[in-house]
């Protein structure tokens, strides 16, 4: 399943880029800016400012959504409404205050939409760049498009948190030109409190994954309170470093664009709610790089 396609995007890999966003992510990262992507199934999103006074298409289709008599707000009540129904809401919102999100991936579909903007990639050496969610949750998938792309001369690149099975990676690489993964941290224990996740899975699909991959970029946001501290960052430098195919690294400051998705999804954002401000870390941490390794460290908006 997927729930995006972003054209003639320049922030995900080399040159003028399609992003392909995939749903559905083992991680539970709290400053996760595509909450809409964590659950591999349809997602309901409602913007209450975007909703008409007098109308009640969305409570008269679905059993779980009402307009309260006493406030006239329309309430959704999420647990009780399946995934049949949320994707029987679809079309029903004339303002899209309700919206859902999720479609059925079909490979020749996605393939032929990708394939649109060919002329674009080939004059900026951009391609197309499978996101998420965690696209590796869909690793067929994946694998089947990548394939169809590189054969057609599409150079390919990936996004992910690499906490997936071994087998899922393994089935996506002879197709993926360039991994653009995230390292975290390196504190299992911070980690798994953090995130929600096994930081031992990940460092094994990074070993496995150096010695065949083309290029990994690896990519860290900088969280306040996770892992906003010279001695965090330079470990996370040093595990990048040993990796053979990373040259790169790139350092994320956090933000907080993502935070109204939330409010959409009724539910709770639990990081911070001030962007990172703390540009002398971010150059210490390029200035260890260059005197201890041989990465390239930049930042990235
Ligand atoms: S269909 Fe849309 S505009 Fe109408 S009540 Fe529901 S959310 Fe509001």
Redesign the pocket.
């Known amino acids: 399943m997927y729930f995006n396609i972003q054209r003639f995007s320049t922030h995900d890999g080399d040159g003028i880029r399609s992003i392909l966003f995939l749903k559905g992510c083992s991680l539970a990262c709290p400053w996760c800016q595509n909450p809409e992507s964590r659950s591999e199934k349809h997602s309901l999103l409602?913007d209450e400012r975007s909703?008409?006074e007098d109308?009640?298409?969305?409570?008269d289709a679905c059993e779980g959504i009402e307009r309260e008599l006493a406030s006239n707000k329309?309430i959704v009540n999420r647990k009780a409404i399946s995934e049949d129904q949320i994707i029987a809401l679809r079309d029903?919102?004339?303002?899209q205050?309700?919206s859902v999100v999720g479609e059925e991936a079909q490979v020749d579909t996605l393939f032929d939409t990708l394939m649109k903007d060919k002329p674009f990639y080939d004059q900026s050496q951009g391609g197309v760049t499978f996101s998420g969610g965690e696209p590796l949750m869909q690793p067929q998938l994946v694998a089947d498009i990548a394939e169809k792309l590189q054969q057609n001369e599409v150079s390919t690149a990936i996004e992910s948190c690499m906490h997936v099975p071994w087998k899922n990676i393994e089935k996506a690489a002879p197709y993926i030109d360039c991994w653009l993964t995230d390292l975290k941290h390196t504190d299992d224990e911070k980690f798994l409190d953090w995130a929600k996740g096994s930081l031992k899975r990940i460092k094994e699909n990074f070993r496995k994954l150096a010695p065949i991959a083309k290029r990994i970029v690896i990519r860290v946001p900088v969280v306040p309170g996770f892992n906003d501290t010279d001695e965090e960052l330079q470990k996370i430098i040093d595990f990048a470093a040993s990796l053979e195919s990373c040259k790169e690294l790139h350092l994320l400051p956090y933000h907080t664009l993502g935070i109204n998705k939330y409010r959409l999804l009724d539910m709770p954002y639990l990081c911070s709610d001030k962007p990172l401000n703390k540009p002398e870390l971010l150059e210490r941490a390029q200035q260890y790089a260059s005197e201890h390794t041989e990465l390239n460290v930049t930042v990235r908006g």
């Not at 029903?92 to 303002?95: A, D, E, H, L």
Request: glycine share 0%; net charge neutral.
């Open positions: 409602f909703c008409l109308c009640q298409l969305c409570s329309i029903v919102c004339p303002t205050a309700l």
